[in-house]
């Protein structure tokens, strides 16, 4: 029989360990036996409320932008998943928080940002928070690494080519490749999004789909045959101080 108090003293020790690991490190240690599986796949555990605490930014635990993720693990991962400073127009910059991108006012011109992360395999999910104006065009979807992310006008760049997807907020049509795909979603007098809703973008690379979710309500397939290319969250956007917030969730839940 265990001695509880060693048993307690293990768990001690390996969670002040496991607090000085860096994150692939803890991915591996979780392969190594049955109880640091168990161990770490505690998702409040303070191994992860450590780690949470120390590399996300305070305004975003501050806030409510991450109720929809509820545990340490899924917050980090999230903030892995968010808008990425580097694959963005030069007009758009993240702001401290590490979520929520912000559009600066520069006239005549059209601008994109893409999330860290893209996907091929699997079935992921992310919430899209439009928290400023739409302006003309607003679009939130997919696009590959060689789709453009800044262009001159006030346009829908995202869809406007071969390696991008979207849906345009303002006006609920579907795009890609320059042309308009039909109305989404196809519902009758469809309402218009509302700023500050949160939108469930649903991507399945195994069926090649692209869905949308608003207000926990399934709104149908957007986009079928994707192609077997790394797929990451984007947004295009037109107004001036315009902010929009992305985070990612996981696998969807179905039902």
């Not at 108090?5 to 496991?18: G, T």
């Amino acid at each position: 029989m265990v001695d509880p108090v060693a048993a307690l003293c293990n768990y001690n020790v390996l969670e002040v360990i496991f607090s000085y690991l860096e994150l692939d490190d803890l991915s591996h240690c979780s392969q190594v036996c049955k109880s640091w599986y168990h161990f770490l796949n505690d998702e409040n555990s303070d191994v992860w409320r450590w780690h949470c605490l120390n590399k996300l930014p305070k305004e975003s635990l501050k806030s409510d932008l991450l109720s929809s993720v509820s545990t340490y693990k899924t917050k980090l991962r999230a903030y892995f998943h968010a808008w990425s400073p580097n694959d963005c127009s030069r007009n758009v910059y993240i702001k401290p928080n590490g979520f929520t991108l912000h559009r600066n006012p520069v006239a005549q011109s059209t601008d994109a940002a893409r999330g860290k992360i893209g996907f091929r395999h699997g079935r992921h999910t992310w919430e899209v928070i439009w928290e400023g104006p739409l302006g003309t065009v607003a679009v939130i979807g997919i696009s590959t690494k060689e789709a453009a992310l800044q262009c001159h006008g006030y346009v829908a760049l995202l869809g406007s080519d071969d390696q991008s997807w979207g849906w345009n907020l303002v006006e609920n049509h579907l795009l890609h490749n320059g042309d308009m795909q039909g109305s989404y979603p196809l519902l009758n007098n469809a309402p218009k999004y509302q700023v500050g809703e949160r939108i469930r973008v649903i991507l399945d690379c195994e069926d090649n789909t692209l869905s949308f979710e608003k207000n926990y309500e399934f709104l149908g397939v957007a986009f079928r045959g994707l192609p077997d290319k790394k797929l990451y969250p984007t947004v295009s956007a037109v107004y001036g101080n315009t902010e929009v917030s992305m985070v990612y969730l996981g696998t969807p839940l179905d039902g």
